[in-house]
Structure formats: C-alpha cells, structure tokens
C-alpha cells in the first residue's frame, strides 16, 4: 500500500495533531486514499467471534462483519443486553446469523472454558476480535486476583485465543487496543498496578500497551499456524463506554466524536481485506501507524521477553515447551 508523498504526509500530520486524526475528520478525509473496501460477501460463511460485542464499537464491529456475510458470534457478560444487540443486528440485517454467547473474559478459568465449548461448535473460525474493554474508575481485582483491566485486556484475550487456535489456523486475530497506549510505556515490575495511586486511566493505558506488544508476539508465536495478528486503535468514537466513563471528555469532544461503525471500520477491515497486510501490525484508519512517539521510550526486548513470561505465568498458556 504506497500512499502519495503528499496523502501520507497529510495523514501523519493528522495523526500527530491527534484532533484532526481521532474525531470524525479523520475517516472523513482519508478515505480519499485508504485502500478499497473489502468485496462484497468477503465473510460468506466464515464465523467470526467479537468480543464485548452487546454495545458499542463491538456492535459496530458485528454489524460491519454480518453486513459481509460472516456468521457472526458475540459475547458480553450480560445476556439481556446481549439479547437486545442481537435482536437489533438482526432488525437492521434479517438475514444476518448472529449468535449471542454470556462469556466474561476477565474470568481466566471461564475463558478457557468457554474456548473448549466453542471450538467444540466451530472448528473453523476465521477471526477472533477482541474488543471487550473497561476503564474501572478504582482499583478492582476479579475473583481470580488480577487487577481488572489487566484482566479484560490481556490476560482473558490471551486464554481466549490460546483456547480458539487450532480453529484459527489460518485465520485473523485482532485486538482492539488505544491510541491512549502512546502516553505509557510498558510496566513489566508492577503489571497488576499493586503500587501507587490507582488511575483508571491509566491502568487501561498501560493494559493498552500490553496489547501492543502482546500483538507482536502473538504475531511471532502463532506463525506456524498461518494465524495473522494485528492490533488497530478506533480514534475517539461515540460509545457508552466514553460517554460513562470519560463524561467530561465526551463533552469536550462530542460533536467531533466519530460514530462507532467509523470507529470500528479498521476492526473490520483487518477481519476482511484480501490484501497483502502481513502480521503483527498497529493499524489506524486503514495504515499502519507506529507504535510509539517520542517521549515514551521503546521498550527493551528483555522487557517484552519478561511480559511474554509473566502472561504466561499467570495463564498457563502456551505450555512451557509448546
Ligand atoms: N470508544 C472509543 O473512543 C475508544 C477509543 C479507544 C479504544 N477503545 C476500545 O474499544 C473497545 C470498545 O470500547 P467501547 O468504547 O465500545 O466500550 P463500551 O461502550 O464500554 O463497550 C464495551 C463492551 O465490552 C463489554 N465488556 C466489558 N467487559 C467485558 C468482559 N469482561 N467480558 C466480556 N465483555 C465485556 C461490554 O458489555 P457488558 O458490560 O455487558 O459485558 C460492552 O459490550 C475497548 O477495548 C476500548 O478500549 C474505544
């Protein structure tokens, strides 16, 4: 994908004024250049599992893969709100097939679980999207002891695509992680935040540096299944997720805020293009973005080998020697 000088420079401006990339202007205008849409019927047939899906960019997310003829399946801790997502995806698509799974992934043991019996239903699956997120406003450990967000972001996704794998071999992975990542570096001596003065957002930050990395090794790790992984960030959308948890940055924002389905555009790219985007990529309104911007250092390889370890250690997944 070669942008003209001219488009990839205006592009990167946008991204680094973070206002013209993240709102609505950002898809508004680059869409003048960003490669083509996925062909109509691109996911006939193939099952695709959004996660966090009964609200917000997961919904978006949904809509946009049913709308290319995947068999769609969606999870979230609440069924009634589940149910009401499915029934309003099918309201708007009749013909759509949608299926609504109560899963939380925050809940290791249950993850796993929930992974045996849908591998167990679907032994080919063509993409996981792990969209479900939290912005805690205090420090919550869930009943298995990891700090939440942690938790929601990295762990659970880790067990899920772990249990997913052998009916993912040669299919997609996506996280969705945020552009709020730039602003940290990683934490591999206190990734539970045991320490200090808890931030919500700040605990989702770093969880969303995480995901970067993580992408890149997850990338490297499932390879030899032909699994391709990418990690995208949605700009700033409209969702309840903003609106409850940032009220005063929604306010701030709200006219420029982007819409969850342009929000959940890239999402569904990834999940769909035909074309040659390779593995392990952080991707923004259809291109590939850096991973940092100064002054937030890089992060050491001994640093991404110690996160590789202590996911491992707090999951059991991939299995020393697999
Ligand atoms: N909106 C933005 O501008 C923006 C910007 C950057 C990144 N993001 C990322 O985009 C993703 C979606 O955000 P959003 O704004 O759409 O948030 P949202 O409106 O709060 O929706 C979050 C979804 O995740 C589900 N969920 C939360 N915890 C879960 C768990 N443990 N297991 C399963 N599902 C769970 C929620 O459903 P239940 O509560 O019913 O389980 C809900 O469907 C998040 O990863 C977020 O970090 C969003």
Redesign the pocket.
Same mark, same amino acid.
């Given at each position: 994908m070669v942008l003209h000088a001219a488009a990839a420079a205006l592009d990167w401006a946008m991204d680094k004024s973070l206002v013209l990339g993240y709102t609505k202007i950002g898809p508004a205008v680059r869409r003048a250049w960003w490669p083509h849409d996925p062909v109509p019927g691109a996911l006939v047939g193939r099952h695709v599992l959004v996660? =966090? &899906?009964? #609200? %917000? +960019? %997961?919904?978006?997310t949904a809509r946009g893969l049913a709308h290319l003829g995947a068999v769609v399946h969606i999870? @979230?801790? /609440?069924a009634s709100? +589940?149910d009401d997502?499915r029934t309003r995806l099918l309201e708007e698509q009749p013909l759509a097939e949608v299926t609504a799974h109560v899963?939380?992934?925050? /809940?290791l043991a249950a993850t796993a679980e929930f992974a045996r019996r849908f591998v167990a239903e679907v032994p080919r699956l063509h993409a996981v999207v792990?969209?479900? %997120?939290?912005?805690p406003p205090r420090r919550t450990v869930t009943p298995e002891g990891h700090e939440l967000t942690l &938790?929601?972001?990295v762990l =659970?996704p880790h067990v899920l695509t772990y249990g997913l794998r052998a009916s993912l071999a040669g299919g997609r992975v996506v996280l969705?992680?945020? =552009? =709020?990542a730039y602003g940290q570096r990683l934490d591999v001596d206190d990734w539970e935040y045991a320490s200090g003065d808890y931030s919500g957002v700040t605990a989702?930050a770093r969880t969303?540096r995480m995901q970067l990395v993580l992408t890149e090794l997850w990338a490297r790790d499932l390879a030899s299944d032909d699994i391709r992984v990418h990690s995208m960030?949605? @700009?700033? &959308? /409209?969702?309840? #997720?903003?609106t409850?948890?940032l009220p005063r940055f929604a306010a701030l924002t709200g006219p420029l805020?982007r819409d &969850?389905d342009a @929000?959940a555009d890239t999402a569904v790219w990834l999940t769909a293009t035909a074309d040659a985007i390779g593995t392990g990529g952080f991707w923004h309104d259809r291109r590939r973005r850096a991973t940092h911007y100064a002054p937030v250092g890089v992060e050491t390889p001994e640093q991404v080998e110690r996160l590789w370890e202590l996911v491992r250690e707090a999951t059991g997944v991939p299995a020393a020697g697999a």
């Open positions: 996660t =966090g &899906a009964s #609200g %917000g +960019l %997961g919904l978006a999870t @979230g801790r /609440d709100r +589940l997502a899963a939380d992934v925050s /809940d792990h969209n479900a %997120g939290v912005m &938790a929601t972001h =659970g969705v992680t945020s =552009g =709020g989702y969303k960030h949605p @700009g700033w &959308a /409209d969702t309840p #997720g903003v409850d948890s805020l &969850a @929000g």
